[in-house]
């Protein structure tokens, strides 16, 4: 991508919306709106070409054409970020105010020389992005959670809360979905983890997907969606949809934030019970924070099997302890062992993620929950990941290995046609 910085002057930004603003007042919009996509956007950019070669400013041909492009992407797209959002290898776009744009590749996050105009160019593109999926964002209601039309999720933050201008953060999704061999690839996990991890989603065990921000709970439990029977019925329920479910039988459903009048809200826990009368075979809730963990859990317990969502922790004991907080949102006065009961014969197995200090991505531990004990859940690791140090080139070393632990519920695979080598619980990789 080339350094754009040494261009981004006041000057240069002037006549960009000086032609910007001219260019719209020449155009037919109610004529273009009728117009197909590709053809639209060549007969605009012609336009644009001959207003900028016609203004008297000292730009080279190369200028001139970005400016083109900027001013285009202007009209159809969202504007600095256009480039941006077409190079595949950023996988987070993050805007500090009108000025600063930072990206991250790779797990690192870097310095852009894009900028906008003014803090109300920055807001014109945030409107655009929140009301293609019927959210707004302004005074009475200044943070906004969206999705781009490839499924990248966009949180915007606005004054009066953030204090020195919007702030707009967007996470990436692949148009092409990560999958279960690109993690092999990328030594995300290793093979034996996979094929116990494909075995559970098949043989209807309940899986919680948990790490901190970032980790790649999401682009997990899309690869372990990829092992659900193409014949079964998939309810998912989302914040901000960004799930993608390649099987035929999908009903995508989402929350909607209050209207104007504070009214209106849908939130995760109606939905969650709304699914149940959907007749699924799986449900799965893209990220549990709240009350409907009670119900997601009682589903999970009265026959929806298989069902999957994430959480935020960062240990598979902190995840059914935020599990557990959760059930008492739901202000059902449960005893404290009665919630414990509840999570223990619903979750099957917790499955660790994390970004590690190099950028990169791990499934740290994959563990199974074995029961109650006394007043405790009882869990015991299958397979982990080993930390032994960082290299000259700031890689982290360590391994993935099994503990030699064979689960509990192999017996439960083995009966659904789903049986586990033992081979597998003696594996051992470094990385």
């Known amino acids: 991508m080339p350094n754009l910085q040494s261009f981004e002057t006041t000057d240069y930004q002037q006549v960009k919306a000086d032609l910007h603003r001219k260019i719209l007042d020449r155009l037919d919009l109610e004529k273009l709106g009728r117009t197909p996509g590709d053809t639209a956007r060549d007969e605009v950019l012609q336009l644009i070409r001959n207003a ?60 852009t020389g894009f900028s906008f105009k003014d803090d109300a160019h920055l807001m014109q593109i945030i409107d ?7 959210r707004r964002v302004d005074e009475s209601s200044p943070m906004v959670d969206a999705r781009l039309p490839d499924g990248s999720r966009v949180n915007a933050i606005i004054p009066p809360l ?57 682009t997990l439990l899309n690869v372990l969606s990829q092992y659900i029977p ?38 995760q826990r109606q939905l969650v019970i709304n699914s149940l009368r ?3 075979d799986r449900i799965v809730v893209g990220e549990v924070r709240g009350e409907e963990a009670f119900d997601m859990l009682n589903a999970m317990n009265t026959g929806h099997e298989g069902s999957l969502t994430t959480i935020h922790a960062n ?59 006394n007043a405790m859940v009882v869990m015991q690791d299958i397979f982990v990941f080993d930390r032994v140090g960082i290299d000259e080139n700031g890689k982290v070393r360590g391994c993935f290995r099994s503990t030699g632990v064979r689960p509990k519920f192999a017996e439960r695979l083995a009966t659904a046609g789903c049986r586990l080598h033992l081979a597998m619980f003696e594996s051992r990789m470094e990385v």
């Open 52 to 111: 900028v070669n016609a203004e008297a400013v000292p730009l080279s041909f190369t200028e001139r054409e970005r400016l083109s492009r900027e001013i285009l992407d202007e009209i159809f797209g969202l504007g600095p970020l256009e480039p941006l959002l077409k190079d595949p290898s950023i996988s987070d776009i993050l805007v500090n105010g009108h000025k600063k744009v930072f990206v991250e590749r790779a797990g690192k996050i870097e310095s």
């Open 128 to 134: 655009r992005i929140v009301s293609r999926v019927g």
């Open 162 to 218: 953030a204090i020195d201008g919007p702030c707009l953060s967007i996470r990436r999704f692949g148009r092409d979905p990560l999958t279960a061999r690109n993690m092999i690839e990328n030594k995300t996990l290793m093979e034996p983890m996979l094929e116990l991890l494909s075995h559970m989603v098949k043989g209807r065990l309940n899986i919680v997907v948990s790490g901190g921000t970032g980790a790649g709970k999401t």
């Open 230 to 267: 193409n014949s079964e019925r998939i309810v998912t329920i989302e914040d901000a949809a960004e799930l993608q479910l390649k099987q035929e039988h999908v009903v995508r459903l989402e929350t909607r934030p209050p209207n104007i009048e504070g009214k209106g809200a849908v939130r």
């Open 278 to 280: 959907m007749r699924p």
């Open 315 to 373: 240990t598979p004991r902190d995840a059914l302890a935020r599990l557990e907080n959760m059930l008492s949102m739901a202000n059902l006065n449960l005893p404290e062992r009665a919630m414990r009961q509840q999570i223990a014969s619903a979750i099957h197995g917790v499955v660790q993620v994390s970004r590690l200090s190099d950028g990169t991505r791990k499934v740290i531990s994959i563990s199974e929950v074995t029961g109650m004990e």
